[in-house]
């Protein structure tokens, strides 16, 4: 149906500058062919403004002939209808893409509108950014302003201080000076005087010379007469009486019998008070090398009356009350506790025990726990301090074993440090008194004793002399605590030194909430290889820092710090130790290591 006008409906094609072609003229046309020679003088534009214009005839009349065609045929009805459709179709069409074309506008200018808000944003954005580094900028400026002033008044202060040291370092000289000067004069003075007296006594002496001499050989001359005269009366008398002694038999049997009476008497009162010094000593008193002792004594009562009420008043406890060891060395000695005590109950023989192992593993809490538990009273004393006492260790020695065997109720004798003085008799280290201490102790401890039960303790027990270790029935290792064991010490001296203090409502001493068992758990990892002496001494380290806070409050950071710090200390402990193992092995193999053969 496009050609029933003499149109086209197919676009035109391009020309060469961009312009649509006009239509060619049909075959059938026979005037055209003459009418565009005609043309040919035309220029491009004017034939194409002539050919949009033209009018082809021949397309009206095959319109024309399709027109009735159409209205004889019997579908024309529906012909014009489907072309009624398919032009209502393609307006359709065409309003859709109107508003599809409307609303890519509008979606174009809201586009647009974000954009423009984004770029406002990002412009204030800057502006602020800008804003803030300028102000930075100025800050800046003022504080280095403000240090700069700090700065020149720190100089100005020092050299005013400078200053001021200078004026009295000069006026202390000028005064150094002046007293110096006055000094000077005065000792001037001082010599002057004094040569004048020594002129003028010497003038005197030179004039009285003579007078001098003469009252010189008076005085000789009288002191002959009244020694001569002495003598001869002393002769005299002496004689008389030797006379009349040695003519009357009586007087001689007298006098001497007085002098006998007299220096029996002497020997006597001096061994009397010899042994009854002895036995207060024993009785009373304590030896000089026990240093702690839980026996009765009336100094000691008359020293400590309360001490000595609380401990009369003292029940028996349990010997592992508050000892906290391994499983197996709890079981160990809680059978050596119940032995001394049905040892003690029997009055039987008691047996000589060996405590070793590092420092602060709980070795003098057990001696006394055990003397306590068994009934018996303990005497504590150090084995370093035989050493200084030279020569007199030997009586001080056997004063202990005298003291120690008046015990009624037994005694439980403990020696720390036993090494101190208990080495091989065959080292260079030990000197002569040493070795006549050390013997001295091995002839009190020959025979097991009723009276008596020795316990000793050393970090060292290689060092014992062969003789020690034959005296000794049992031996006993403490070792340094497990995981188990720490956390039950942590625990332990958390609930002694924390909670308890805590709940008695002291002052100044308050303890955050927080999961005390896990944070307890947790320290008792980071303890790993410390004693029980230092854990115990980490509890102690709680108190003070709740004690040093401003608050008085103890948290979990602050138990956790304390921790820290008592395991770097711990680390730091036993790097001297082992430099000083390194620098004890150099000295005993003489800086050449070790021999071989």
């Not at 059938?28 to 949009?52: P, V």
């Not at 803030?132 to 050299?159: C, G, I, S, T, W």
């Not at 301090?385 to 202990?400: E, L, Q, S, Y």
């Not at 008046?406 to 720390?416: A, E, N, Q, V």
Request: net charge positive; charged share 30%; with cysteine.
């Amino acid at each position: 149906m496009s050609w029933l006008f003499g149109y086209k409906s197919q676009a035109p094609p391009q020309g060469g500058d961009g312009g649509p072609e006009p239509p060619g003229p049909p075959p059938s046309s026979a005037g055209s062919a003459g009418q565009m020679a005609g043309d040919a003088n035309l220029t491009k534009a004017e034939r194409k403004a002539m050919e949009a214009y033209r009018f082809d005839s021949s397309a009206l009349e095959r319109a024309a002939e399709a027109a009735r065609t159409l209205e004889r045929s019997k579908h024309a009805r529906e012909a014009l209808e489907l072309s009624k459709m398919q032009e209502n179709t393609r307006q359709q069409e065409y309003l859709a893409k109107v508003k599809e074309y409307e609303a890519h506008i509008e979606a174009s200018k809201v586009e647009h509108k974000r954009v423009d808000h984004e770029e406002r944003r990002k412009t204030l954005a800057e502006e602020t950014k800008q804003q803030q580094q300028r102000a930075q900028y100025q800050d800046q400026l003022a504080r280095k302003r403000y240090e700069e002033q700090l700065a020149q008044q720190q100089r100005v202060q020092e050299e005013n201080l400078r200053k001021q040291e200078e004026s009295v370092a000069k006026q202390e000289a000028m005064r150094r000076k002046t007293i110096e000067h006055e000094m000077e004069l005065r000792e001037k003075n001082k010599m002057k005087l004094l040569e004048a007296e020594l002129r003028a006594k010497a003038k005197v002496d030179r004039e009285n010379r003579d007078l001098t001499l003469e009252q010189i050989r008076l005085k000789a001359e009288e002191n002959r007469i009244t020694v001569m005269e002495g003598i001869k009366t002393a002769g005299s008398v002496l004689g008389q009486g030797a006379t009349a002694l040695l003519t009357d038999w009586n007087k001689v049997v007298t006098t001497v019998g007085g002098l006998s009476l007299l220096a029996l008497g002497v020997y006597t009162a001096k061994g009397a008070t010899g042994v009854t010094a002895r036995y207060v000593e024993a009785r009373i008193g304590k030896p000089s090398l026990v240093n702690e002792t839980s026996r009765f004594s009336l100094l000691e009562a008359l020293k400590h009356p309360i001490e000595t009420v609380k401990r009369m008043k003292h029940k028996p406890t349990e010997a592992l009350q508050g000892v906290v060891l391994q499983p197996k060395l709890e079981e160990r000695l809680r059978d050596i506790a119940i032995a001394t005590k049905n040892t003690k109950n029997n009055k039987g023989l008691y047996r000589n025990i060996l405590m070793h192992g590092p420092p602060g593993t709980g070795k003098t809490m057990f001696a006394k726990r055990l003397a306590t538990h068994s009934g018996m009273d303990y005497a504590i004393m150090t084995g370093g301090d035989v050493g200084p006492m030279g020569r007199d260790a030997v009586t001080a020695i056997h004063k202990v074993f005298d003291w120690a065997n008046t015990s009624r109720r037994g005694l439980l004798l403990f020696i720390d440090e036993a090494d101190a003085f208990l080495r091989k008799r065959s080292s260079e280290q030990i000197s002569e008194d040493m070795r006549s201490a050390l013997n001295a102790f091995l002839y009190r401890t020959g025979e097991q004793n009723p009276r008596f039960m020795l316990v000793l303790a050393s970090n060292t027990p290689e060092q014992f002399d062969y003789a020690i270790n034959d005296r000794l029935d049992e031996m006993v290792e403490f070792t340094l605590p497990g995981l188990e064991e720490r956390e039950r010490l942590v625990r332990l001296y958390f609930d002694k030194f924390v909670l308890q203090p805590a709940a008695e409502g002291k002052k100044r001493f308050k303890v955050e909430q927080w999961d005390y068992s896990a944070v307890c758990s947790k320290m008792a990892k980071m303890c790993e290889g410390m004693s029980g002496r230092e854990i115990s001494k980490l509890g102690v380290s709680w108190q003070a820092a709740c004690y040093a806070s401003e608050e008085g409050v103890l948290t979990e950071q602050m138990v956790l710090d304390r921790c820290e710090a008592a395991v770097r200390q711990h680390r730091q402990k036993m790097a001297w130790l082992s430099e000083q193992e390194k620098l004890d092995h150099k000295s005993i193999t003489g800086g050449k290591g070790f021999l071989t053969q």
